[in-house]
């Protein structure tokens, strides 16, 4: 528990110091504002009273191993959000979600005690939650938003397997390229201590072909090549846990994966609402876990690197 621990604060320092909406509710980051050469918005301006945006999201990893684990994963997730304002300076947004995860492990029964077969197959995770943004100034905005997930094995004990979160922080525009974000974010985990960090991000568009944008969970540099089509080199930080419903004999376990990645993509604007993304990555650090119902540790390796592909779309109207 102390490595895995310590793996969490290394990767939200690197995170935040290298430098939103995943399908399975970690949204550690809020976005308060467009980018100021690309759609000329301002804090204090709404063009719609209501927008909606769905998006899809797929991931698929080559085989990797780690110990005497041999590991496949495949992810689809998708979900809409909506957003409606109240006012020109208060807003709110909700978003639904769900994420499906194919694992493939052979050697379970040789890394946890107790295991005969090896029996993990489709882990499933919903999630919901709201947001409020308030525009005080031309300069600044404050943003909040709570979270609600079901990360679970079918069979699993649906309320054993609820995770939550909540963020509050603000927005400030320092200059026409550069938005500061500050706040404080907590989430909790299934049979494990909550993950209660500060929010710092840094938004910097020095001209109308670069664009950066540092925190947590993701860091990204994009190189503009056109009106339709962008480069971007990115790192992330995720971390999943799922309840299951039976590891050998160990009833209401607990699967985690935690992985810092590497990736780099293009992305074509489809639409002037609609975008898709490529992108191939490397994990730098990748750790499955299994404990028992009570949060105690049946087994954990680390995974050798391996590349991965994603692909996601999203649509706005």
């Known amino acids: 528990m102390l490595k895995t621990w310590v793996m969490h604060m290394m990767a939200l320092i690197l995170v935040c110091a290298a430098s939103n909406r995943p399908a399975n509710g970690q949204e550690p980051g809020e976005d308060v504002s467009q980018s100021p050469y690309r759609s000329g918005e301002r804090l204090d301006e709404r063009e719609r009273e209501i927008d909606l945006e769905f998006f899809l999201d797929s991931v698929w990893f080559s085989k990797t191993d780690g110990g005497d684990l041999d590991v496949s994963t495949s992810r689809i ?3 809409v959000e909506a957003e409606y304002a109240l006012s020109a300076k208060l807003s709110l947004t909700g978003t639904f979600g769900v994420e499906r995860s194919f694992y493939d492990i052979d050697g379970l029964s040789q890394t946890v005690p107790g295991v005969i077969t090896d029996d993990i197959d489709v882990l499933d995770e919903y999630s919901f939650s709201v947001g409020a943004r308030y525009v005080a100034s031309r300069d600044l905005a404050y943003f909040a938003r709570g979270s609600l997930s079901y990360a679970f094995e079918g069979g699993a004990n649906l309320p054993d397997a609820i995770k939550s979160g909540l963020i509050l922080g603000a927005r400030y525009r320092h200059s026409r390229e550069v938005g500061l974000r500050f706040g404080l974010a907590a989430f909790t985990r299934i049979e494990e201590n909550a993950l209660i960090f500060p929010v710092l991000g840094l938004d910097w568009q020095p001209d109308e072909d670069w664009t950066v944008r540092v925190g947590f969970p993701e860091t990204r ?40 990645s590497l990736e780099v993509g293009s992305a074509w604007q489809i639409s002037e609402r609609g975008e898709l993304r490529l992108g191939v990555g490397l994990p730098v650090y990748r750790e499955v876990s299994f404990d028992d119902s009570s949060g105690h540790e049946l087994a954990d390796e680390n995974l050798d690197i391996s590349p991965y ?9």
């Open 221 to 260: 540099v994009e190189r503009h090549l056109n009106d339709s089509i962008s480069l971007y080199l990115g790192g992330r930080f995720d971390f999943r846990d799922y309840r299951l419903d039976r590891l050998g004999t160990w009833d209401d376990a607990v699967f985690r994966e935690d992985m810092i």
């Open 77 to 79: 997730g998708a979900g």
């Open 309 to 317: 592909l994603s692909l996601s779309l999203k649509v706005g109207f």
